[in-house]
């Protein structure tokens, strides 16, 4: 049941965070969302979360601006407004949070408070469209019998 799932049952144990270095070049950030293949990634500076990037900014900000990609760094195109969760945060807290301000992604801090990674739309995305299929089926077989 969705009203009973958190943001430790959507993403499960991560063994590896990504993210990207806030003095790293836009170049370097780009080819590291690629090779990761994410579209938006957490901004680390020792040892802190400090921002998010992705894809939309460096289109925006770099390329579209004209700027050489190695001599802009991170730090100066990333969004600093982060928004968060905790591992226990429900499925329909982080639908509102993301509804509420307008955005795709939602920061996960562990029990530590340190960064454990991100929670996306597609995320949930997956997890409706799964349910909602679950929900579909037992309809069915109640008003039909077993398929």
Known sequence: MLDELKVRDLIGIRDRVFFVDADDATDVAALKLR???????????????????????????????????????????MSTTLHTVTLDTSFFDCVEMMNTHNISHLFILDED???????????????????????????????????
């Open 113 to 147: 408070g340190d960064y454990y990674g991100m929670v996306a739309w597609s995320d949930l995305q997956r997890r409706l469209v799964k349910e909602l299929k679950y929900q579909l089926k037992v309809a069915q077989e109640y008003a039909f019998g077993p398929i």
């Open 35 to 77: 090779n990761f293949k994410v579209r938006t990634i957490g901004v680390m500076d020792n040892d802190n979360i400090v921002g998010v990037v992705g894809h939309t900014d460096f289109s925006t900000k770099v390329v579209a601006l004209g700027k050489k990609p190695s001599d802009v760094m991170v730090s100066e195109i």
